[in-house]
C-alpha cells in the first residue's frame, strides 16, 4: 500500500498568519491516465470530513481562495495564507492513485 | 445538493453483525462509485470497501475482507455495508462517501458502530 506521511502532527498558528502542511508518499502519484489523485480534505471537531483540495491543486466550491495546494510526485504541500479561527481542525491527505486508498494520519491545527 | 444519510450504527456484541446504510440523494446515485470510510474513536481515517457504480466490483481493506460485504440497490439509491464476526478493533464512525474518480468529494454525517461486551 502507498505510505502517506503528514508533517507536523500538530500546528499552532496565529490568527492572520499563513500555515503550511507537507505530505508525501511513499511512491508517485501519477497515475496511469496522466493526473496526480492527491486530495486535501479538513475535519473540523465533530463534523464529517470535508474536501478542500482534489487533483493537487484544484481547490473545491465554497473553499476560500485562502487555501491552495502544490507539489508534485510525492511531495504535496496545503497553505493556508492567512489563518481564520474557522480554519482549525485536522487536515488529512489522501491518495487515490493506487489501490487501496490511502490516508495520511493528519495534522492538526489549533490556534496559539 | 448532494446528501448522503447512513444508518444502522449502534452497539453490538463481539463476534455479532450489524448492517449500514447508506441513502443517497441530490446525484445520480446509479453514475457513481461508491465507498465506505471508518474512523475509530480519535483517530484517523481508513478506506474500508469500494462499489463501482453497477455493483460489477467490489474491492475490501485486507481488515475486514472476508467478514464485511458491501453491496448498493440503484434502484433505492442505497449502498449498504454488512458486517459479520464483529471485533472490538471494528468500534469507529462509518462514512459513506462518493466517488467521482480517483477521490472522494461528499460524505456523509457518519454513523457510530461500538463493537463491546
Known amino acids: 500500500d502507498v505510505v502517506m506521511t503528514q508533517s507536523p502532527l500538530s500546528l499552532p498558528v496565529t490568527l492572520g498568519q499563513p500555515a503550511s502542511f507537507s505530505c508525501r508518499s511513499s511512491q508517485s502519484l501519477v497515475h496511469s491516465d496522466g493526473n496526480t489523485y492527491l486530495n486535501w480534505f479538513q475535519q473540523r471537531p465533530g463534523q464529517s470530513p470535508r474536501r478542500l483540495i482534489y487533483?493537487?491543486?484544484n481547490r473545491d466550491s465554497g473553499v476560500p481562495d485562502r487555501f491552495s495546494g502544490s507539489g508534485s510526485g510525492t511531495d504535496f504541500t496545503l497553505e493556508i495564507s492567512r489563518v481564520e479561527a474557522d480554519d482549525v481542525g485536522v487536515y488529512y491527505c489522501m491518495q487515490g492513485a493506487h489501490w487501496p486508498p490511502t490516508f495520511g494520519g493528519g495534522t492538526k491545527v489549533e490556534i496559539k | 445538493q448532494v446528501q448522503l444519510v447512513e444508518s444502522g450504527g449502534g452497539v453490538v456484541q463481539p463476534g455479532g453483525s450489524l448492517r449500514l446504510s447508506c441513502a443517497a440523494s441530490?446525484?445520480?446515485?446509479?453514475?457513481?462509485?461508491m465507498h465506505w470510510v471508518r474512523q475509530a474513536p480519535g483517530k484517523g481515517l481508513e478506506w474500508v470497501a469500494f462499489?463501482?457504480?453497477?455493483?460489477?466490483?467490489?474491492k475490501y481493506a485486507d481488515s475486514v475482507k472476508g467478514r464485511f460485504t458491501i453491496s448498493r440497490d440503484n434502484s433505492k439509491n442505497t449502498v449498504y455495508l454488512q458486517m459479520n464476526s464483529l471485533r472490538a478493533e471494528d468500534t469507529a464512525v462509518y462514512y459513506c462517501v462518493r466517488d467521482p474518480g480517483g477521490s472522494f468529494d461528499y460524505w456523509g454525517q457518519g454513523t457510530l458502530v461500538t463493537v463491546s461486551s
Open positions: 487533483k493537487v491543486s
Open positions: 462499489i463501482w457504480y453497477d455493483g460489477s466490483d467490489k
Open positions: 441530490g446525484f445520480t446515485f446509479s453514475t457513481y462509485a
